[in-house]
């Protein structure tokens, strides 16, 4: 099968090759790829950045979710069958959904929401199990309640005003003013405009913040939240406590601790908590997301899509930080 994979880390770029079609385990599926996004993360684990908490081994091929449509099934998979048309986003130590075919737990997966296209779905499963689990499972966020979402007008930050809103959630965000439009359509109820001002002096009192961006948003994020809330990240520092769920041994959970100790010390001086969030595959999310998608509550927001040939320029397109939405890159039939 084609594949875009890399030999090592800091690879200037992807490269085309010719690479095994995955083995199948018994409880797994084999999916013919449809559609891909591109992710953040991707540039993170080419970079070697997340190495403290990922092993992989080289070649490796990129990606992390997908659309497509299932070839062959184990021998104990019990819910989908051939045929089956299938989003998902595979556990971290099965990336590698930059390629013609994956193999992937059933329990990762989920039918694809009826009312979009292949690259409309391969646009949610990485993103929604992201915002799902920082709203949902992290904050706990009720109806009435106050959060901020950082970077509204990105990938995840699309999706989680969508999410957010379906919660009875109110919504504040930031954004330029090219992302104005796109936001207030997604229901937004306040916007930052982040080149003019600063969400730390225009907000208070809010029971939650998402961040997606890390550094001095982040620092400044614990300034607004009322005591008790709850600041969760996927771009801060992760802490012992990630590092603990992710079973990577003492000495890296050691490290983590110490690197997260400014963050967690800040958070105590607002009396509120700080959570690093490394999403988990959930195929029983990702049903509960396609029923959202299936009745109207979240649109997939795409920006660009590119063919696999071009999956390099879909990447550096992710990395110009210009996107408004998803980037897709779409497979060959």
Same mark, same amino acid.
């Given at each position: 099968?084609?594949?875009?994979?890399? #030999?090592?880390?800091?690879?200037?770029?992807?490269?085309?090759?010719?690479?095994?079609?995955?083995?199948?385990?018994?409880?797994?599926?084999?999916?013919?790829?449809?559609?891909?996004?591109?992710?953040?993360?991707?540039?993170?684990?080419?970079?070697?950045?997340?190495?403290?908490?990922?092993?992989?081994?080289?070649? $490796?091929?990129?990606?992390?979710?997908?659309?497509?449509?299932?070839?062959?099934?184990?021998?104990?998979?019990?819910?989908?069958?051939?045929?089956?048309?299938?989003?998902?986003?595979?556990?971290?130590?099965?990336?590698?959904? !930059?390629?013609?075919?994956?193999?992937?737990?059933?329990?990762?997966?989920?039918?694809?929401?009826?009312?979009?296209?292949?690259?409309?779905?391969?646009?949610?499963?990485?993103?929604?199990?992201?915002?799902?689990?920082? $709203?949902?499972?992290?904050?706990?966020?009720?109806?009435?309640?106050?959060?901020?979402?950082?970077?509204?007008?990105?990938?995840?930050?699309?999706?989680?005003?969508?999410?957010?809103?379906?919660?009875?959630?109110?919504?504040?965000?930031?954004?330029?003013?090219?992302?104005?439009?796109?936001?207030?359509?997604?229901?937004?109820?306040?916007?930052?405009?982040?080149?003019?001002?600063?969400?730390?002096?225009?907000?208070?009192?809010?029971?939650?913040?998402?961040?997606?961006?890390?550094?001095?948003?982040?620092? #400044?994020? !614990?300034?607004?939240?009322?005591?008790?809330?709850?600041?969760?990240?996927?771009?801060?520092?992760?802490?012992?406590?990630?590092?603990?769920?992710?079973?990577?041994?003492?000495?890296?959970?050691?490290?983590?601790?110490?690197?997260?100790?400014? $963050?967690?010390?800040?958070?105590?001086?607002?009396?509120?908590?700080?959570?690093?969030?490394?999403?988990?595959?959930?195929?029983?999310?990702?049903? #509960?997301?396609?029923?959202?998608?299936?009745?109207?509550?979240?649109?997939?927001?795409?920006?660009?899509?590119?063919?696999?040939?071009?999956?390099?320029?879909?990447?550096?397109?992710?990395?110009?930080?210009?996107?408004?939405?998803?980037?897709?890159?779409?497979?060959?039939?």
């Amino acid at each position: 099968m084609k594949a875009m994979v890399i #030999h090592q880390y800091k690879d200037q770029s992807l490269s085309e090759e010719v690479m095994p079609i995955p083995n199948m385990a018994s409880d797994e599926v084999r999916v013919k790829i449809k559609a891909v996004s591109i992710n953040p993360i991707d540039t993170k684990i080419k970079d070697g950045e997340l190495k403290i908490l990922l092993t992989y081994q080289f070649p $490796l091929i990129l990606g992390n979710d997908f659309s497509g449509v299932i070839t062959e099934v184990g021998s104990d998979v019990k819910q989908f069958k051939v045929g089956d048309e299938v989003y998902g986003r595979p556990r971290k130590t099965k990336i590698g959904t !930059f390629a013609e075919y994956i193999a992937i737990n059933e329990a990762d997966i989920a039918l694809k929401p009826r009312n979009v296209s292949f690259e409309e779905a391969a646009s949610l499963p990485l993103v929604g199990l992201t915002a799902y689990q920082a $709203l949902n499972d992290v904050m706990q966020l009720k109806q009435g309640e106050k959060v901020l979402i950082q970077a509204g007008a990105g990938g995840v930050g699309t999706f989680a005003i969508q999410l957010a809103k379906s919660m009875g959630l109110y919504v504040a965000t930031t954004a330029s003013p090219k992302g104005y439009d796109l936001v207030s359509g997604l229901g937004a109820d306040e916007i930052i405009n982040y080149r003019e001002q600063s969400f730390w002096k225009e907000l208070s009192d809010y029971d939650g913040v998402f961040d997606t961006l890390g550094g001095e948003n982040l620092d #400044h994020a !614990f300034e607004i939240v009322k005591r008790g809330g709850t600041v969760t990240s996927i771009s801060g520092i992760p802490t012992e406590k990630t590092g603990k769920e992710m079973e990577i041994g003492f000495v890296k959970t050691t490290l983590l601790r110490l690197a997260s100790a400014k $963050l967690k010390r800040r958070a105590k001086q607002y009396g509120v908590n700080y959570e690093f969030l490394f999403m988990k595959s959930s195929g029983q999310q990702l049903e #509960h997301i396609r029923q959202l998608v299936e009745n109207g509550s979240i649109q997939p927001i795409v920006d660009k899509v590119y063919d696999f040939k071009d999956t390099q320029s879909a990447l550096d397109y992710s990395i110009s930080g210009r996107a408004k939405g998803k980037i897709i890159v779409k497979m060959e039939d």
